[in-house]
């Protein structure tokens, strides 16, 4: 029989990964507040693709919204992929938000057309979840395969955000973003990081 402590270890990675989770999306309301409150100034630092100052948005477009609708539509899905992602481990959920938010913001920087501005957490929403459709074909994993298979059911529909046509969509963003998931998994997949230990 487990003592209390195993039990609170056992524990540990579902409440890191839940307090992380909503430690993010509560900073997203947070910042789209003082933006509202500053007249949604705090806009201006989306990606703005080949400008200098755009260069900024590849650090701070993930955590602004063009209003409360678009943050609305973003949180679930933010609580729930981000959850996922880090409940197996926060470093590696961490590392892979990483490349997908620098992969996502520096593609839409480069190839997104010129005089327009890329916000929303949308770019890491598209990330995580081609990180979690791909990673268990990494790792190996048949549980990380049978979520994949689960979240696609739930969420696959998603995917079509990648494709152009959509008047005030970053198509640009989530295909980056969903770029940077698929090279997350790729780059932090056991077999991977097994050889790369050797």
Do not use: C, K
Not at 36 to 47: K, W
Not at 133 to 159: D, K, M, P, Q, T
């Amino acid at each position: 029989m487990g003592t209390l402590r195993d039990t609170d270890r056992r524990r540990s990675p579902l409440v890191v990964a839940g307090a992380g989770a909503l430690t993010f999306v509560a900073l997203l309301w947070l910042i789209e507040t003082v933006d509202a409150l500053a007249d949604h100034r705090l806009d201006q630092y989306g990606v703005r693709p080949r400008s200098d100052e755009g260069l900024l948005g590849i650090l701070f477009a993930p955590l602004l919204h063009g209003g409360w609708l678009h943050l609305e539509a973003n949180t679930v899905p933010a609580l729930v992929l981000l959850f996922l992602v880090l409940v197996s481990g926060l470093a590696r959920g961490l590392q892979a938000t990483a490349v997908i938010w620098l992969v996502g913001g520096v593609g839409v920087w480069l190839l997104a057309p010129a005089d327009t501005n890329h916000l929303g957490a949308s770019v890491l929403i598209f990330g995580w979840l081609v990180y979690l459709l791909l990673r268990g074909f990494w790792n190996r994993s048949a549980a990380e395969i049978l979520l994949g298979v689960v979240l696609f059911l739930v969420y696959g529909g998603l995917l079509l955000g990648v494709l152009p046509g959509q008047p005030g969509i970053s198509w640009q963003g989530h295909l980056f973003g969903a770029v940077g998931g698929g090279l997350a998994a790729f780059l932090l997949g056991e077999p991977r990081r097994a050889r790369a230990s050797v």
